[in-house]
């Protein structure tokens, strides 16, 4: 079946949260949204933030690439500068999901990009959730809030996800790779 990213991505957040027995206004509720955003979304004629989907994804307990990555079989290529962008509402960051955590594995991979300006700030995802990160391009500054560590190109970082923390771009095009392990 051929869907477009937001109705796959719509399909998913009503999935979820059917499953869960939540209704919209509760969910919204709970992520801090309006009821009328959780709508749209699910109705596929709104246009989602990173940050929205986090915040459905840690009320429903769920992986983030539940909600953006059906399941495939097969061989799978994303090329450089295709896939499903999905931007941020307060900073200049930007999430590609590469590949989703196949079922009994809890792991999903993403490339990130981001330009200088404003950090992106996270909220705790999931518990036991850690964050590896791989600079690929530019010079980025990442972690724990008040624990964050810089990092140029081919520099690794790994730490907690399931607590507050930051990505700030401090150089143009800054890119890297973002496996998000859940436990």
Request: net charge negative.
């Amino acid at each position: 079946m051929n869907r477009t990213p937001l109705a796959a991505i719509a399909a998913a957040v009503r999935r979820e949260r059917t499953l869960r027995e939540l209704s919209l206004g509760e969910l919204a509720r709970r992520a801090g949204l309006a009821k009328s955003t959780v709508s749209q979304l699910e109705a596929g004629t709104g246009n989602p933030s990173v940050e929205t989907l986090w915040a459905i994804a840690v009320v429903l307990d769920v992986p983030f690439s539940r909600l953006v990555d059906p399941p495939e079989r097969g061989v799978r290529v994303v090329r450089a500068g295709q896939g499903v962008v999905i931007p941020s509402d307060h900073s200049p960051f930007t999430g590609t999901l590469l590949a989703a955590c196949p079922p009994g594995a809890r792991r999903d991979l993403h490339v990130i990009t981001a330009e200088p300006g404003p950090a992106r700030s996270a909220h705790a995802h999931i518990p036991g959730t850690t964050e590896h990160l791989v600079v690929t391009a530019g010079r980025w500054r990442a972690g724990p809030e008040g624990d964050e560590v810089e990092l140029a190109p081919g520099d690794y970082a790994c730490f907690p996800g399931d607590q507050p923390h930051t990505y700030q771009a401090l150089a143009p095009s800054s890119a890297a790779v973002l496996v998000m392990e859940y436990v």
